[in-house]
């Protein structure tokens, strides 16, 4: 493994400690609380306020062509969205490339939704440890069809699933936080 690669696990699993320590505690009111009307959020199977929905079960994730600027998103969304990402960039990469984003059941509690991104980002990072490290530089490693993973290289893969990690888990972080602000006691 070179000390890039290297260097993006150890970004990967700092951002990731970080964040359960942000997360300790998250109730369901948090989860599924809607920052702004018409939030993406999840949602009883049919109810989907977006083009069609995503997600496998009782429940669905509000999804579609993101107008500009994209919905406010509930952190149940987030979680959902980072899980399943993670998920099935793992999937197709050491997995058995089977699995798409109506596979990937959608949790309407804080518990459910914490233990499905645990097991997304458990997945995830088993890339470094179960990829040869001479295939991070290899194109097409991850055949992900959701993305660019046939075009580019696994290494630059992991470098945007890491920002998409640190991104999504900074607004997660950042919703607890308007939580408490607009809910104070």
Known sequence: MTDGVRLLAAQFDTSVEIFW??????????????????????????????????????????????????????IAWLMWHLAAGCLLRSEWTIGGHELDDHDVECPMTADGGLALLRHGFDRYRAIWDEVPADEFAMV???????????????????????????????????LRDLYAAVNPG
């Open 140 to 174: 097409g490693r991850s055949q992900y069809p959701h993305g660019l993973d046939p075009k580019l290289p696994l290494q630059d893969i992991l470098w945007w699933q890491n920002r998409e990690v640190i991104h999504h888990c900074a607004e997660m972080a950042m």
């Open 21 to 74: 320590e942000r997360m300790e505690g998250l109730t369901d009111a948090e989860y599924l609380w809607e920052p702004a009307a018409n939030s993406w959020s999840l949602r009883p199977r049919g109810q989907s306020r977006g083009e069609r929905g995503l997600g496998k079960g009782e429940f669905q994730l509000d999804w579609g062509r993101e107008p500009k600027p994209a919905p406010m998103r509930t």
